[in-house]
């Protein structure tokens, strides 16, 4: 099983940019499909975006055009760029792995996750 461990989180103004990042150990990182979650108070655990093992991504429309999801094998890392952040994007995000073959969106689907980060978008 793989532990993640998430950092690059913080506060930022409407149309900011920050970069997440999720380091992983214990597991075979690069036969892990890693995933992007976020958790907005209240609210129900939202998929945000995923990357393949072979580099193939899939994000959840709201973000599309504005988030990139990346990773680095040898260096066990993956990656969140997020330009353009609005109020909307403020929630904890989290990074998760799933040993699967198939892109999945489903949370149960993701075995493995980290103990999250928390994005301020303000106004």
């Known amino acids: 099983q793989v532990q993640l461990v998430e950092s690059g989180g913080g506060s930022v103004q409407a149309g900011g940019s920050l970069r997440l990042s999720c380091a992983a150990s214990?597991?075979?990182?690069?036969?892990?499909?890693m995933g992007w979650f976020r958790q907005a108070p209240g609210k129900e655990r939202d998929f945000v975006a995923i990357?393949?093992?072979?580099?193939?991504?899939y994000y959840t429309d709201s973000v599309k055009g504005r988030f990139t999801i990346s990773r680095d094998n040898p260096e066990n890392t993956v990656y969140l760029q997020m330009n353009s952040l609005k109020p909307e994007d403020t929630a904890v995000y989290y990074c998760?792995?799933?040993?699967?073959?198939?892109?999945?969106?489903?949370?149960?689907?993701?075995?493995?996750w980290g103990q999250g980060t928390q994005v301020t978008v303000s106004s």
């Open positions: 990357i393949s093992w072979n580099g193939n991504t």
């Open positions: 214990g597991g075979t990182f690069s036969m892990y499909a």
């Open positions: 998760a792995a799933s040993p699967t073959t198939y892109m999945s969106t489903l949370s149960s689907d993701f075995g493995s």
